[in-house]
């Protein structure tokens, strides 16, 4: 089953009318993961992919600003992209990549995202 993380914490941005950023898609420990992180809280989709590993002490380290290393067989990243959250209108759309991590996969993608709960399950879900 897909797990989700929002950075900051999905509470935070409810209050905005939208939300904009970047996602990864990785498998970790065999499980599906999206994560997303507003534009004000990560620029880049590598440091979204560090601030995951941070919590979960996975080991890492910054060859430069840009490249992010680490040797983890348990953590695969598929691919990234940009969201768009309209809370008004209940609309959440992924679309773009990640010039690092290639396009996410959208196979599957609506169903994985529909099926874990709120506020999730209420979006209306864009792919382009």
């Given at each position: ?72 067989d348990d953590l695969e990243i598929s691919g990234g992209g940009k969201f768009f959250i309209n809370w008004k209108n209940k609309q ?37």
């Open positions: 089953m897909l797990k989700i993380k929002t950075y900051p914490a999905l509470e935070a941005m409810r209050h905005l009318n939208e939300v904009k950023g970047k996602f990864i898609q990785i498998k970790w420990k065999g499980d599906p993961w999206l994560l997303f992180a507003s534009k004000d809280q990560h620029q880049f989709h590598n440091q979204i992919v560090a601030h995951f590993m941070t919590e979960q002490h996975l080991a890492h380290h910054w060859k430069s600003p840009e490249v992010l290393l680490f040797e983890d959440l759309t992924l679309s773009d990549n990640s010039m690092v991590y290639g396009r996410f996969s959208d196979e599957g993608l609506s169903d994985a995202i529909l099926g874990c709960g709120l506020p999730w399950s209420e979006f209306e879900l864009v792919i382009s």
